[in-house]
């Protein structure tokens, strides 16, 4: 059993050393740990500290590509080296190495696919009350996308088995965390969270450069993710409240009609007709958007069965 672990590193020459002296090399329940870190187009000395520090795998993107792509590339390289399960952790130390064993217990069981970190959120004295809110609203939306109970989907302290690492893909260009979550609870992984502890911080946030553009890349993100997982449920959501609020528009223009007064109110029945044929076409786009959801899930099975079958002749030729 081989246990690998990843760290998304982007010009993180002052903490990355920190952070690996802090990783196990040895783990209960694996012969060998691996360490390995994503390149993610730095411009200092973040890959000669790797190397100082002894890391066995570098992935290296140019120019850089961003947290989620290179999450993600960090777990094709993972699989290419024969990771049976990939835990993925931060370059700034802000989890608590200790807990690996613990993190990955539940794969080694079987018990879970994808095991993700829970952080003691309202004791932690860096974030924010915006922050926090919007880990709390962020968690809520993937479980109701997931139908998991992961109660801090945002935390990049996770573990991975390897049928879970192979079936992952990220759309989102601005972080991983919420979208891969939601993938695994809708392709009936088994998913679950540990507690885990937390590091004093070390630096600001790379991902929270202003707490306004946090805000709006994190909605955007979560409508996003609503849109690409739950298009029929999320259009058929928007159509009601339209077709909803032109239907009481109507009611209210009768009212007023039926009362001798509708002349009046012509207006009301003008909003009432275009609210109402809003939502009706919404509706409509709902059914639409169900069936590219099933297109895309057809491609993600089709993209899943030519990756492991491509695995699997490369851990047959390692063998031989």
Known sequence: MKLIIQIPCYNEEQTLE??????????????????LIIDDGCTDNTVEVARRCG???????????????????????????????????????????????ALVQPVLKGEADYVVGERPIASIEHFSPVKKALQRLGSWVVRLASRSSVPDAPSGFRAMSRECAMQLSVFSEYT??????????QKGMAITSVPVRVNE?????????????????????????????????????????LFGLGFLLGLR??????GGD??????????????????????????????????RKLLEELRYRSRKSELDASDSSHAE
């Open 55 to 101: 890391v066995d795998h570098i992935v290296s993107l140019s120019p850089n590509q961003g947290l989620a792509k290179g999450f993600i590339a960090g777990l094709q390289r993972g699989l290419q080296e024969g990771a049976d399960v990939i835990v993925n952790t931060d370059a700034d130390n802000q989890y608590c190495a200790d807990d690996i064993p």
């Open 253 to 258: 223009f009768l009212w007023f009609y039926l």
């Open 176 to 185: 991983y965390t919420l979208e891969t979550v939601i993938q695994a609870g």
């Open 201 to 241: 911080d070390l630096r600001p946030s790379k991902l929270v450069s202003s707490i306004p553009s946090y805000v709006r890349k994190s909605m955007m993100t979560i409508v996003r993710m609503f849109v690409v997982y739950q298009p029929f449920r999320f259009f058929l959501t928007v159509g009601g409240v």
């Open 262 to 295: 509708g002349d009046g109110h012509i207006q009301s029945l003008i909003l009432a007709s275009v609210l109402m044929g809003m939502g009706f076409q919404t509706a409509l786009v709902a059914f639409v958007a169900d069936l590219l959801s099933v297109n």
């Open 18 to 35: 920190i952070a690996l002296s802090q990783l196990p090399r040895e783990v209960e329940g694996f012969d060998t740990v691996e360490w």
